[in-house]
Every structure is written in C-alpha cells, then in structure tokens.
C-alpha cells in the first residue's frame, strides 16, 4: 500500500529533551515537505525537500532540522523542544514532477513538549 | 508571506443541503488551487483542484467555483451527507515547493 508513515504517532516530553519523528515513504516521491497544525492556524509548512540533499526552509523553520540522506526518508528533529512547539505534525510527499501539488500525507504525529 | 484566506471557520448544514467555504488570495502568482479533506485522526487527502485558466471543475457532488479577477475561488458541495463532516482546507501553490494552506473550515452536516 503507497503511504507515508510517521513515528511516533502520540510523544510526550519535556523542554529541552533532543526528539526524532521519522517519515518514510514507498512511493519514490522526490518532493516531501513537513507541516504543523494547530487550531485556529491551519496547516503551516516547517520545511521541504525537492531531493536527496535539497533541503529548504518553510514558513516556520525555527527550532527544527532536518535531514534528506535517501530518498524515502525525511526525518524532522527537534534539538531543544519548547512548548510552543506542541501540535500536530504532519509529513507529505509528492512526486517530482507536480513539486507540491498532490500531497500524500501520513496520519499525524502529535508531540506534547511539557 | 502568501496568504490565503479561508471562510466561515466552522459551518453546520443540514443533510441534502448545499455547503459552501470560501477562500481568497492576494498573491497573483499563485498557478493551483486544491482543496483537502480531513477527517478526524487523519491526515488530509487531496479532494480536488483546479488551475487558474479554469472557472470551474466538479467532481461528483464536489465542484470548485473560480474567480480569477477577484482572486476568489470556493468550494460547492452539494447534497451534503453526514460523511462529508470534516476539516476542509483549501490552498494554494506558488512554483513546486510550496503549498500556502488556509486556516481551515470545520464542516458539520446534521442528519
């Protein structure tokens, strides 16, 4: 089955404690992109990749990496997780050609950073 | 930063009744316009699209209404059903790297 899959779904830490969430996809998708939810704000991109070592900021990038070594995976890390940074995350990917259009997106990961 | 702006935040609709949200955008570069569905625990699913040298696309009971002069476009869902209850989002892509979503609308329809 052609998914984007997210681990962990559900985290609960604290301030300052260095965190992973992993995204991998099958798809052979070149283009994969990080995204936040929170209420009231929508979907908000924390940052991209159009290939293997292509890396780019979103609209929110601070307080995160990431990292694209291979192609299905696009690890997002949090050096030094604060509250604010609590909320859904959500990673997508999409083939090269159509760049952001199609967008698969995994199921979620929601991090609490106490 | 591009913006889209997205209406009403939330919408309740009876069964059989027409829903319709609302988004308007300021960036003229802009080149696609999607719409995604998000059901509770989920993440979102592409639902439909169109391109600006389109008025309009529909897809089933899904159409999507396009002004280009007004920077408008909108989302018709017709015969709405209990099934339909969810997040919708509508956005809007600049070049291939970036997807600008709207805020969202809680779509609620009653039976």
């Known amino acids: 089955e052609a998914q984007v899959t997210q681990n962990p779904r559900y985290l609960i830490t604290v301030t300052g404690k260095k965190l992973t969430v992993t995204c991998s996809q099958n798809?052979?998708?070149?283009?994969m992109s990080w995204y936040r939810q929170d209420p009231g704000l929508g979907l908000r991109q924390i940052y991209y990749s159009m290939n293997v070592e292509v890396t780019d900021k979103g609209d929110v990038p601070e307080g995160y990496k990431v990292s694209r070594k291979e192609k299905r995976n696009f690890p997002l890390i949090l050096e030094s997780p604060s509250p604010n940074q609590t909320s859904l995350y959500f990673c997508?990917?999409?083939?090269?050609?159509?760049?952001?259009?199609?967008?698969?997106f995994g199921a979620g990961s929601r991090l609490t950073v106490l | 930063q591009q913006q889209v702006k997205q209406s009403p935040q939330s919408l309740i609709v009876q069964k059989g009744g027409i829903s319709i949200i609302n988004c308007a955008y300021e960036?003229?570069?802009?080149?696609?316009f999607p719409w995604y569905q998000q059901f509770p625990g989920k993440g979102p699913a592409l639902l439909i699209a169109i391109r600006p040298d389109v008025s309009e696309k529909k897809e089933g009971r899904f159409t999507i209404s396009f002004n280009k002069s007004a920077k408008q476009f909108s989302l018709h869902i017709m015969d709405s059903q209990p099934g339909d209850s969810a997040t919708y989002f509508c956005?809007?892509?600049?070049?291939?790297?970036?997807?600008?979503f709207g805020k969202g609308t809680m779509l609620l329809v009653s039976p």
């Open positions: 997508a990917s999409s083939t090269g050609i159509s760049g952001a259009n199609v967008l698969t």
């Open positions: 956005a809007a892509r600049m070049g291939y790297s970036t997807l600008t």
């Open positions: 798809m052979n998708h070149e283009y």
């Open positions: 960036n003229t570069a802009f080149d696609y």
